[in-house]
């Protein structure tokens, strides 16, 4: 059979682009601190040990103030006596209800206030990437962001500086997120397989950190005090720049533009540096398929199983809400379960890439969707509820996907990001995550507008495109 015209071309420009991104920047990680030998950690360099307890304890932070934030605003700060404390809430309510068209009532306002940070957590990584990269080092950046989110936790509790204590969040989680990340490719020399695995341990540890905030933070702000939670996130954050601070001459150095800056001197980025960083911004579209179907775990998924799912779990009825709690201890044990299957595999096999793993991994999680879609199908047929054994495979499947997804894209673009601007591409790779934020609501209508299991096969879909673009 004839090859169709052009086809040449596009494979040797899909050829052309996948060779950047596995060559792309060969001396990024050339000035890495430890050696190969280094193996401390799990295998690990021991820097990885401290970035990923640092990491943990500001997930802890962040995730211990989110579960307590919605609830703070519509029991207390948001209701006369405390709203018309904070200082500058006029100006944003108003442009908040021009953004919305109209009057907001308390739980609408605390809605908007939520969903504009929880969005903006993920805008503000790019600017505290280039702010490492060209000025201040990531170490530097690092601690200013961890000092900042400290503040703005013990802040937020007091009504008058409510709006100032967000604003040392956003900008402490952007100067922090994106750098942190980056220091675990910068711990690994160019050709060291042990980076996706690490991240994937990097990230086993944020769901730790996860689990355990809502218990104590979470606990004491709802049952002490709003402002006992919040310290206690802000106590978190300050455990994690003690550990980080610990661990400095464990971490890989700072750019090297940041350490020639006196001298003014400013390297251009190489052809192949240029395309690798194109390559790396056409992923971010299907990258934020995957987030789309993943992330809905914590909205209209919740939304769905408290109307259609049985929930009943050796005899008694399970709060829709501990399904996250499931989610996260699941993610976790599939995130170690992942790590030593790649590590049995390399024994015998080649192990693959970053693409072709994350292209597993989505192939694995569009199963999970289309076992909910068969549940809430069968459950249609016989007019019952869906069994929660569905839901458990839904959260097995979806983990496993979830475990060669995330961690593993966060590798490759810890890899090819060029060194000179490594925690700023860091900071591009969560405008994924920002996408997501954007166009959640409409995928929300979206589920209640159709039938139960064609909402759960059309997401499915959307990851299924994801997987067959990271193979193709």
């Known amino acids: 059979m004839s090859r169709l015209p052009g086809r040449s071309i596009l494979d040797s420009a899909r050829n052309d682009i996948s060779e950047k991104l596995a060559k792309a920047n060969p001396a990024q990680h050339s000035a890495a601190m430890h050696k190969p030998e280094d193996r401390a950690f799990f295998g690990h360099p021991r820097g990885l040990g401290y970035i990923a307890f640092t990491e943990a304890w500001e997930r802890f932070s962040y ?11 519509v029991n207390q700060l948001l209701h ?7 200082a500058g809430f006029t100006p944003f309510r108003h442009f908040l209800e021009t953004l919305y068209r109209g009057p907001l009532a308390v739980q609408p306002l605390a809605s908007a206030i939520f969903g504009l940070y929880t969005g903006l957590v993920y805008l503000t990584p790019i ?5 490492a990269d060209r000025l201040l080092g990531r170490t530097r950046t690092i601690t200013i962001g961890a000092l900042l989110m400290a503040a703005g936790q013990f802040l937020v509790a007091y009504d008058v500086t409510f709006l100032i204590a967000l604003t040392f969040l956003l900008v402490g989680v952007g100067c922090f997120k994106g750098n942190l990340a980056s220091q675990v490719g910068g711990l690994y020399a160019t050709g060291d397989n042990r980076r996706a695995d690490a991240f994937q341990i990097y990230y086993i540890f944020i769901n730790a950190g996860v689990i355990i905030s809502p218990l104590i933070a979470g606990t004491l702000g709802e049952k002490v005090g709003w402002q006992y939670g919040f310290g206690a996130a802000g106590v978190g954050m300050l455990i994690g720049l003690a550990i980080y601070l610990s661990g400095r001459k464990w971490l890989p150095p700072d750019s090297a533009v940041v350490e020639r800056k006196e001298k003014a001197t400013k390297p251009r980025l190489t052809h192949r540096e240029k395309m690798a960083i194109v390559a790396l911004l056409l992923l971010l579209p299907v990258l934020t398929i995957a987030i789309i179907g993943n992330n809905q775990i914590f909205n209209a998924y919740l939304v769905w199983a408290e109307r259609s799912a049985n929930l009943i779990f050796f005899g008694k009825t399970m709060p829709t809400t501990w399904l996250v709690t499931l989610d996260s201890i699941v993610s976790v044990s599939f995130l170690a379960g992942t790590v030593v299957f790649w590590r049995l595999w390399a024994k015998k096999f080649r192990e693959p890439p970053e693409i072709p793993k994350i292209g597993i991994g989505s192939l694995v999680a569009v199963t ?29 499947l979806n983990s496993i996907g979830f475990a060669n997804i995330f961690p593993v894209s966060l590798a490759l673009y810890a890899r090819a ?14 405008l994924a995550f920002f996408a997501f934020r954007v166009i959640r609501k409409r995928v929300e209508q979206k589920v209640k507008k159709k039938t139960k299991a064609d909402s759960h096969l059309s997401l499915a879909l959307d990851v299924f ?4 673009v990271s193979f193709c």
């Not at 995730?63 to 605003?73: C, D, E, F």
């Not at 600017?127 to 702010?131: D, E, I």
């Not at 069968?378 to 069994?387: E, L, Q």
């Not at 990001?417 to 969560?430: H, N, V």
């Open 368 to 396: 999970g969707f289309i076992s909910l879609a068969t549940g809430a199908a069968i459950a249609a047929s016989s007019g019952t509820k869906v069994s929660i054994g569905w839901l458990i495979t839904f959260h097995v």
């Open 127 to 131: 600017a505290g990437g280039f702010l």
């Open 63 to 73: 995730y211990g103030m989110q579960s307590l934030l919605i609830l703070y605003m």
């Open 465 to 468: 495109s994801f997987g067959f």
């Open 417 to 430: 990001a060029p060194a000179a601007l490594s925690a700023t591409i860091i900071g591009i790779y969560y």
């Open 80 to 86: 006369p006596g405390h709203i018309e404390h904070i």
